[in-house]
């Protein structure tokens, strides 16, 4: 296991990085393992080569700037890296990081991104060819392994530092803390990009139970932690944790921010928001019922017209 840090630095991420790592990944991997037709069709691989497909790794790098003690970063971009002779294509990496810095002048490469559930022996040779460019890097890793256990993001930063080991100089990756930082054009993405529709559309149950999911972890997430805070509270009153004024401010005040749910006047706001929604929802359907009475009807009218109608037979309207 990776030591801790003792850098000092703050560390930001923004949920952009990890959206376009996802999507490199994402992609390569489709590109590696496609449809069950076409692989049919071609020839069978080995073990190790159906291996590598399963889960491929993919490498680039991450940009942003640093102020201080804190490094902030911003975007990424892809590396072209052959993991046989372990060798970066500068060519490629200097012309994207032209490329960036005519957008953004005040990005800098702050290091790299890659994939995998933990570090791997090659990965320092990319991290120590990078060097030259930024003479301590950070490397993103990003594990896209689904556990449904886990509740934090399967991101983890690392930082590299020289200790001894055995009598021997040796450059190691630390584990280091970050936070997600976001701005507002990068919340309204995300909210977007959580609530795509399905490749194939989807109906509109499994939109719905999507969505209910969604809401249904939020309040979750909500419930854990104000229980926290219940926890934190309970233990201050008992003596156990020193009283900290401060943090009781800031306490009383994210409370205030929660809604009374025992009030009268909630009551009536949610009983009156509740008869619209099926008001609305009734509205709808005797909406929807209608247009579709009125397409049979000109069905009906359409095949037994007057003009062409037989033995006597009169239209229905």
């Not at 930001?12 to 037709?37: E, F, G, W």
């Not at 052959?82 to 032209?98: G, N, V, Y």
């Not at 990756?173 to 993405?189: D, G, K, L, M």
Request: net charge negative; proline share 4%; glycine share 6%.
């Amino acid at each position: 296991m990776a030591r801790s840090s003792s850098s000092g630095l703050t560390f930001k991420l923004h949920p952009l990085v990890i959206v376009n790592v996802s999507d490199h990944y994402t992609r390569v991997k489709t590109q590696l393992n496609p449809p069950a037709s076409v692989c049919a069709s071609g020839h069978g691989s080995n073990n190790g080569e159906a291996l590598i497909q399963q889960n491929p790794r993919v490498y680039g790098c991450v940009i942003g700037v640093q102020r201080g003690r804190t490094v902030e970063i911003f975007n990424s971009f892809e590396l072209l890296y052959d993991p046989i002779t372990q060798t970066l294509d500068r060519s490629f990496l200097e012309k994207k990081q032209e490329l960036y810095k005519k957008v953004f002048p005040d990005f800098y490469i702050l290091g790299w991104y890659s994939t995998g559930s933990d570090t791997d022996e090659s990965d320092m040779h990319i991290h120590k060819a990078l060097m030259d460019i930024n003479e301590s890097p950070v490397y993103v890793l990003l594990n896209p392994a689904i556990n449904h256990a886990q509740k934090d993001l399967p991101v983890t930063i690392y930082e590299s530092e020289l200790h001894v080991i055995d009598g021997i100089p040796q450059l190691i990756f630390v584990h280091t803390s970050y936070t997600i930082e976001t701005v507002e054009a990068e919340r309204i993405s995300v909210d977007h990009v959580a609530h795509l529709k399905p490749s194939d559309g989807g109906s509109a149950a499994t939109q719905l139970a999507a969505h209910l999911t969604g809401i249904h972890s939020a309040i979750k997430m909500l419930n854990s932690r104000i229980r926290v805070l219940y926890q934190f509270l309970a233990a201050m009153q008992k003596g156990d944790i020193p009283c900290d004024n401060s943090l009781l401010r800031q306490v009383s005040s994210l409370l205030r921010r929660l809604p009374a749910m025992e009030s009268e006047r909630f009551q009536d706001n949610f009983l009156m928001e509740y008869n619209d929604k099926l008001l609305i929802t009734y509205l709808a359907m005797i909406t929807n019922c209608s247009s579709t009475m009125n397409e049979m009807v000109d069905k009906f009218n359409t095949a037994y017209d007057r003009n062409t109608r037989r033995g006597g037979r009169t239209a229905f309207m």
